[in-house]
C-alpha cells in the first residue's frame, strides 16, 4: 500500500486539499482554504520529478503566500458591506406594516409586521384605521412612529 502511495504522491495531496475544504465550511475564514490551494500547487508539482520533501516545501510556500496575498482581498471582498447591514429594531425602519388596532391621536395603536405586534403612533398625529398598511419611520424603545402609505 505504502508503494502505492510512493507512486501516485498526487493522491495524497487531494485528499489533504479535499480535508481543509471540508473543514474550512466550519470556519468559514478562508485560512484553510489557502492551504488547501497549496495542496494543489503540491498536487501539480507532484506530477514533476520533485522528491516529497520539495512537493512540502513547495506547499508551505504556496499555503503561506496565498494567507498573505489571496486571503485579505477574499475578506475585504466578502465583509464590504458588514458595517452597513442594519438588524434589530433598526431593520424595522422603512418597512411596511398593517394597522391591526386603530392609531388615533389620543391613543397609540398597534402595526403588524413579520407577525409581530408593535406599539404604533402617527407621524403627524392623524388617525390611521385598522387595515391600513403604513411605514415605518423612525422607532423611540420600543414604539415605532409610522406614515400612512398612499395608494
Not at 470556519?27 to 500547487?41: E, H, N, R, Y
Not at 506547499?59 to 494567507?67: M, R, Y
Not at 422603512?94 to 407621524?123: F, L, N
Request: charged fraction near 15%; hydrophobic fraction near 55%; include cysteine.
Amino acid at each position: 500500500m505504502l508503494e502505492f502511495f510512493a507512486a501516485h504522491y498526487w493522491l495524497i495531496w487531494l485528499t489533504i486539499a479535499g480535508v481543509l475544504l471540508i473543514l474550512e465550511m466550519s470556519f468559514g475564514d478562508f485560512f484553510l482554504t489557502c492551504f488547501a490551494i497549496g495542496s494543489f500547487v503540491a498536487m501539480l508539482a507532484s506530477f514533476l520529478p520533485i522528491p516529497f520533501w520539495g512537493q512540502v516545501v513547495v506547499f508551505a510556500i504556496a499555503g503561506v503566500a496565498c494567507v498573505y496575498l489571496l486571503r485579505p482581498k477574499l475578506l475585504h471582498r466578502i465583509q464590504a458591506n458588514a458595517d452597513h447591514r442594519e438588524s434589530n429594531v433598526d431593520a424595522l425602519i422603512g418597512r411596511t406594516a398593517m394597522v391591526v388596532e386603530p392609531i388615533t391621536p389620543q391613543k397609540d395603536g398597534y402595526v403588524k409586521v413579520d407577525g409581530d405586534e408593535w406599539r404604533a403612533k402617527s407621524v403627524d398625529n392623524q388617525p390611521i384605521g385598522k387595515g391600513a398598511n403604513v411605514r415605518i419611520v423612525s422607532m423611540e424603545s420600543i414604539i415605532v412612529t409610522v406614515a400612512p402609505i398612499e395608494r
